[in-house]
């Protein structure tokens, strides 16, 4: 039976810091590599050229934290191939609508080697023994999906950016993950009149009502002090970690 094996390679938004990226989650099963987001510095983490073999990527949104650094990756690639290295196109999944011209000038890109697909919600992609299905959270002011990735009987969910106006929603799409990889921008004293951010708090509780097993926080505001985001999830779930660059996890 294959492990299913997370690698948080980004946890910040919305900047970098010296040793933080923005949001990229690798999903690794067997030889099959799964990019969930794509986020600025995360190319410092993998490992050139072997990830652009059967490398998937999926975009969750138009935001720039969560694509900064795919243009890196493809123009590698590009580079890679030309030297008769690289045989197969990486797979890059996109939402459809467009946002600010982000996705035409990721579609125009003349020096990449990709193949672009639209993201399907009615979907279940297969890639490998993995099955992937992705849903919209209505809840981020523009399309921005949720990522379900299950194998042998094991979920894995993550939500990408939410907010709070979509709450029954994101749970339904949540329910009995064995890891739920969730946002958590802020935290409560934030005082915040933003919607469409969770809080680790909120986290904490849609982990709680979708029956979570565990929880896994991301998101992080770059200056703020991490440990308060694990103490405030944890005030309503008790299972909580906070992801860190490069500290894998294993799921078998
Ligand atoms: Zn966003
Ligand atoms: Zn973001």
């Given amino acids: ?29 067997g ?12 190319t410092r983490l993998l490992n050139f050229p072997d990830i652009l073999n059967h490398l998937h990527i999926f975009i969750t949104h138009y935001h720039e934290d969560h694509f900064g650094d795919l243009g890196s990756i493809e123009s590698t690639a590009f580079c890679y191939h030309n030297l008769g290295m690289l045989e197969k196109k990486v797979k890059v999944y996109l939402p459809k609508k467009e946002y600010l ?21 009615s979907k279940v992609y297969n890639i490998g023994d993995v099955k992937i299905s992705l849903k919209d959270n209505h809840s981020h002011g523009i399309e921005s999906y949720m990522i379900k990735i299950e ?15 979509n709450i029954d929603g994101v749970v339904n799409f949540c329910q009995n993950a064995d890891l739920l990889i969730s946002e958590s921008s802020l935290l409560r004293r934030h005082n915040r009149n933003l919607k469409t951010h969770l809080t680790a708090y909120d986290a904490g ?8 097993s565990k929880l896994l926080l991301t998101h992080f505001w770059p200056e703020e002090d991490r440990n308060l985001y694990l103490e405030e999830a944890k005030e309503i779930f008790e299972n909580v970690e906070l992801a860190e660059e490069g500290k894998r996890l294993v799921l078998d």
């Fill in 31 to 42: 030889s099959e590599k799964i990019l969930l987001d794509c986020g600025n510095g995360i």
């Fill in 205 to 212: 509780k849609i982990a709680q009502l979708s029956s979570a």
């Fill in 101 to 121: 011209g982000r996705r035409n000038m990721i579609l125009k890109n003349q020096e990449a080697y990709s193949i672009y697909r639209d993201i399907e919600e």
């Fill in 151 to 165: 194998i042998n009987n094991k979920k894995v969910v993550y939500t990408s950016d939410i907010g709070t106006t």
């Fill in 1 to 29: 039976m294959k492990n299913l094996i997370i690698t948080p390679l980004g946890t910040v938004s919305p900047h970098c810091s010296l040793k933080r990226n923005c949001p990229g989650f690798l999903v690794e099963v």
